[in-house]
Nanobody, 121 residues
Framework: QVQLVESGGGLVQPGGSLRLSCAASESIDFFDAMAWYRQAPGTQRELVAAISRGGSTNYADSVKGRFAISRDNAKNMVYLQMNSLKPEDTAVYYC???????????????WGQGTQVTVSS
């Protein structure tokens, strides 16, 4: 089992910045990708950003140029730097570990509990 714990959410004004952190209980290098998703009230959960084991990144069009995902394998940490925040970014943000390559839990994915980000003046 892999536990993911997000932190760093909160209330911020439009144009402000936040950095979300995801702490994993196991090595994140066992997963094909680490990702951040978000879900706003009345909407489907959507992919925000992902980073592969090889370091390639992918972003939703709505956050390109504003958000940056990074990982620190030595610390089992994943980050999401969010700049130039907009009210439309308001959502619960979830950390995701996608598709384990370990024999123990091959193909399994894991989710954190989510952290609230509210962008409002």
């Amino acid at each position: 089992q892999v536990q993911l714990v997000e932190s760093g959410g909160g209330l911020v004004q439009p144009g402000g910045s936040l950095r979300l952190s995801c702490a994993a209980s196991e090595s994140i290098d066992f997963f094909d990708a680490m990702a951040w998703y978000r879900q706003a009230p009345g909407t489907q959960r959507e992919l925000v950003a992902a980073i592969s084991r090889g370091g390639s990144t992918n972003y939703a069009d709505s956050v390109k140029g504003r958000f940056a995902i990074s990982r620190d394998n030595a610390k089992n940490m994943v980050y999401l730097q969010m700049n130039s925040l907009k009210p439309e970014d308001t959502a619960v943000y979830y950390c995701n570990a996608d598709k384990s390559r370990r024999y123990l839990d091959f193909g399994a994915s894991y989710w954190g509990q989510g952290t609230q980000v509210t962008v409002s003046s």
